[in-house]
Nanobody, 123 residues
């Protein structure tokens, strides 16, 4: 069982940066691949970024490539999402998620979810 708690969301202007954090409980964090997803009002949840257990592999949705960076610190049981050059279309609730072993981009493959953190980007 893994419990996930996101933090770091807020209201920013277009072009600003934010760093989201997701703290995981338990002593087996390094056995989980981690992902970030987001859901905007009236839209389905979409994949944003994912990182492998070691951090050696990462995937991104095309719309955030070059602007967002996912990373993890297994010693701190935390995964991060650094978001730069934010745009109004990045406005959403951001969720982190965990799944055993293998990195994935499909939300259906993830077993554990945080409660989400709101990111609002004004133009």
């Amino acid at each position: 069982q893994v419990q996930l708690v996101e933090s770091g969301g807020g209201l920013v202007q277009a072009g600003d940066s934010l760093r989201l954090s997701c703290a995981a409980s338990g002593r087996t964090f390094s056995t989980y691949a981690m992902g970030w997803f987001r859901q905007a009002p009236g839209k389905e949840r979409e994949f944003v970024a994912a990182i492998s257990r070691s951090g050696g592999s990462t995937y991104y949705v095309d719309s955030v490539k070059g602007r967002f960076t996912i990373s993890r610190d297994n010693a701190k049981n935390t995964v991060y999402l650094q978001m730069n050059s934010l745009k109004p279309e990045d406005t959403a609730v951001y969720y982190c998620a965990a799944r055993r072993l293998i990195i994935a981009t499909d939300s259906n493959e993830y077993d554990y979810w945080g409660q989400g953190t709101q990111v609002t980007v004004s133009s």
